[in-house]
């Protein structure tokens, strides 16, 4: 399946962290687990986002984002409202 | 709004509350970071973001054009003990490079945030501001840089250095567990091994009001310890146990074993920081008691409670699940 763009960014933003190839980052990773970011990395990894799509992240809610795919979700949901408008 | 303060470090633990009372004093500042690093709570303010990167003085020199103030809470935090020389060497340069883009941007002051770890032993009472030591200290890497980034500070020439000295921060916002870590592990349920030993602990928010007004008042102190209590780690976990209604810790193990103990963690953590650090050790083993009443006298800080500051903590920590439940009150 192709990714969106902004999926594509994720995915190169995790690379970018884990030092693991985009390519090799399945949706279905965990951050820590499968990816070896600690709790400090995957913050920053969040952090990231939120500036990156000008999302606002509270700090319970970014503890609790532990795989790749809640990360997308959270683009998406994020994204969505804002997408719409331009369309 | 005054706008020409510049805080580095402004993201991390004791910054963040540093934001907060710099703008009850009514000063808007910039807010320093690094390109990469966790910025969540500055977003939630809504603080004006500037990049600040210790490694890339360009963006230190941007950072501070216009500036009047810069308060310097991003000295190099080791992860580890490990590596004294490489430790030594980057704190050092890192606080150099802040140094010489302050001086090239025209900076009047700089408040340097170092620690309680630089104060020297008494030999009447706790110490006070004017107990320093005069050499390195021949113990803890953790003291020895900080030493020796104050250091640097001797060479500020016509910039006005004040040397800001908190205590261990106990408080909300200490994601990275750092300080809190033994009571962190006494409120899960554990017993954390711990040394024998004396520690100065603050209130990051009692510290934070301290370092504004070192920043912005005219005869603010030079040098400032900030300190609410100084007090026997074991005493204070026993203290923290009932508070939380827990069992209370097991006596403390020697030194020699805790920091033998640390050593291996810290290797074993490949780089990370580890549960149990060398520096946490060494600050209880090597502690001593403080006195932080000048902050009161010359700035008006005055020191909460530690049953109020770890009531805070708790309540902050438990949603973030940093907690157990055993910290929840019992139905």
New interface residues.
């Given amino acids: 399946m192709t990714k969106s763009p902004s999926h594509q960014r994720i995915f190169r933003i995790l690379s970018d962290l884990s030092a693991i190839p985009a390519g090799d980052i399945k949706v279905e990773d965990r951050l820590r687990e499968d990816l070896g970011l600690d709790s400090v990395s995957s913050m920053e990894l969040v952090s990231m986002l939120s500036e990156e799509f000008a999302i606002d992240v509270e700090l319970e809610e970014a503890v609790k984002i532990t795989t790749v795919a809640a990360l997308l979700q959270l683009a998406d949901q994020r994204a969505a409202p804002q997408e719409g408008a331009h369309a | 709004m005054r706008d020409d303060v510049l805080v580095l470090g402004a993201n991390g633990f004791l910054g963040l509350h540093v934001v907060d009372a710099l703008r009850a004093e009514g000063v808007e500042p910039r807010c320093g970071r690094r390109r990469?690093?966790?910025?969540?709570?500055l977003?939630?303010r809504r603080a004006n973001r500037v990049l600040a990167d210790l490694d890339e003085p360009e963006s230190l020199r941007g950072a501070m054009s216009g500036v009047n103030t810069v308060i310097h809470l991003a000295g190099h935090y080791p992860r580890h003990s490990l590596d004294p020389v490489g430790t030594l060497s980057l704190g050092v340069q890192q606080t150099r490079t802040v140094l010489d883009a302050a001086r090239e941007a025209g900076v009047r002051r700089i408040v340097y945030v170092s620690s309680t770890a630089t104060v020297s032993p008494s030999e009447v009472g706790a110490s006070t501001e004017a107990d320093r030591f005069d050499t390195p200290p021949n113990f803890g890497l953790y003291h020895r840089l900080k030493w020796a980034m104050e250091g640097v500070f001797a060479e500020a020439g016509d910039i006005e250095v004040r040397v800001a000295l908190p205590a261990g921060c106990i408080g909300p916002g200490d994601?990275?567990v750092g300080t809190s870590a033994m009571l962190v592990a006494l409120a899960r349920g554990d017993d954390p091994p711990h040394p024998d030993g004396t520690v100065s602990l603050v209130d990051p928010r009692d510290a934070a009001v301290g370092i504004a007004r070192q920043a912005l008042r005219a005869d603010a102190p030079s040098r400032l310890i900030l300190s609410g209590r100084s007090v026997g780690l074991h005493p204070l976990l026993v203290e923290a146990a009932a508070l939380l209604d827990v069992a209370p810790p097991s006596p403390p193990l020697s030194a020699e074993t805790m920091l033998a103990r640390a050593r291996a963690a810290e290797s074993a953590a490949a780089g990370?920081?580890s549960a149990l650090s060398q520096e946490i050790v060494e600050l209880a083993v090597y502690g001593v008691p403080v006195d932080g009443s000048l902050a009161t006298r010359a700035l008006g800080v005055r020191y909460r409670s530690f049953a109020d500051s770890l009531t805070d903590f708790v309540r902050w920590a438990t949603?973030?699940?940093f907690l157990t439940p055993q910290t929840e009150p019992t139905p």
């Fill in positions: 990469r690093s966790n910025v969540l709570g977003l939630s994601l990275r990370k920081r949603p973030l699940g």
